[in-house]
């Protein structure tokens, strides 16, 4: 069975602060993929950042980063120097057959 | 390019009744995605259609939800008769799969359905 699991559900930092995002991930899948999506009080859903099960490096595009490690079935993302335009939902995704959602991890930051 | 489009962006009708909610995709891509968002149950994916086909629809709830595209520029999710738990937002995405690798899905901004 394909599970993600987005244990925090929210997190409050103070702009500037460094802040982590932690998702696990389950599939018997050997091929799959990682996505991370961003929920704006406005409501849409962006694409983040798309990550194949192949591919262990780290990636790091401007204040975000994501480390991917199979080892511990995690897929988690930073954001450096949070500003207050961070503050949205967080959604991490598993796609084998289909794209399934983790609960989401609501960040708050604050001036 | 337009993005996603999806119609009406939101929807209040009354229980009992029909609800037709539409979607645009990207042109060129070549699936598309019926996702509905609720607080309880969060992000759940109802249905995708390949290349016009739908492909897996054991996300619909329940006989009333039924979904269509026509073409591979359109696409209906329709509830009937439409229930009060049926209030939610509800997404449209569409990808464009090449190869085994599938791309990243672009959403549309949402109907906020409420059924009174």
């Known amino acids: 069975a394909q599970k993600v699991t987005q244990a925090q559900t929210e997190i409050s930092v103070v702009e500037k602060e460094d802040v982590t995002l932690d998702c696990v991930y389950e599939t018997r899948d050997t091929t799959y993929y990682l996505f991370w999506y961003k929920q704006p009080p406005s409501g849409e859903l962006v694409f983040l950042i798309r990550r194949n099960s192949f591919d262990e490096q780290n990636e790091i595009s401007g204040r975000y980063s994501w480390n991917f490690q199979k080892s511990t079935s995690s897929f988690n993302f930073t954001i450096t120097a949070s500003q207050v335009v961070d503050s949205a939902v967080y959604f991490c995704?598993?796609?084998?057959?289909?794209?399934?959602f983790g609960t989401g991890t609501r960040l708050q930051v604050f001036p | 390019d337009a993005g996603v489009i999806q119609s009406p962006r939101h929807e209040v009708t009354e229980m009992g009744q029909e609800v037709t909610l539409r979607c645009k995709p990207i042109?060129?891509?070549?699936?598309l995605f019926w996702y509905r968002q609720t607080m309880m149950r969060g992000l759940e994916l109802l249905i995708y259609f390949n290349n016009n086909v739908p492909i897996d629809d054991s996300g619909m709830p329940e006989d009333r939800f039924s979904a269509k595209m026509p073409n591979a520029s359109f696409s209906t999710l329709k509830i009937q008769p439409s229930e009060p738990r049926d209030s939610a937002v509800y997404f449209c995405?569409?990808?464009?799969?090449?190869?085994?690798?599938?791309?990243?899905?672009?959403f549309g901004p949402g109907t906020r359905l409420t059924v009174l």
């Open positions: 995704a598993l796609r084998t057959d289909k794209l399934i």
């Open positions: 995405a569409s990808s464009s799969t090449s190869g085994r690798a599938p791309g990243e899905q672009f």
């Open positions: 042109s060129g891509h070549n699936s």
